[in-house]
Every structure is written in structure tokens, then in C-alpha cells.
């Protein structure tokens, strides 16, 4: 199997509904929905940071303090 960061779009997809039904397996649609709108605050941040890179370097510091408290 190819890494995912050398994949074309047709591995993508594959992956990702793979992905998509092994979690969804014996899940109540309340804890699907959850599972979904983490995977989309996952997928916005990893956009966002592909716009500004210089993001990423305050996200840890960020992560950093909240363990703090």
C-alpha cells in the first residue's frame, strides 16, 4: 500500500470509505454523528494549516498550555 501522501484520488476515496465503514461498525447514529463532526474539525484545521503554515508552530503551544490547566 502507497503512503497516503502519494496517492491519487481513487486510493483516497478507497481508503477513506474504508476507514469510514470500520468506524461506523456497531455505532449508534448519535456516536456516528460525533465521529463525523470530529473528522470535519480535523479536515478544516489540516486546511487551514495548509494555508498558513505558521500556524501549525502555535497550535502546539496552544495544546502545550491547555495541558497545563
Known amino acids: 500500500m502507497s503512503s ?14 474504508a476507514l469510514s465503514a ?6 449508534s447514529q448519535a ?3 460525533k465521529l463525523g463532526a ?4 480535523v479536515g478544516d484545521t ?7 503554515p ?4 502555535r497550535a502546539g503551544t496552544a495544546l502545550s498550555l491547555a495541558d497545563n490547566l
Do not use: C, H
Open 4 to 17: 497516503i501522501y502519494n496517492a491519487n484520488s481513487g486510493e483516497l476515496l478507497t481508503m477513506a470509505v
Open 22 to 27: 470500520a468506524l461506523a461498525q456497531g455505532q
Open 31 to 33: 456516536q456516528l454523528a
Open 38 to 41: 470530529f473528522f470535519t474539525i
Open 46 to 52: 489540516l486546511n487551514l494549516y495548509a494555508l498558513q
Open 54 to 57: 505558521s500556524q501549525v508552530d
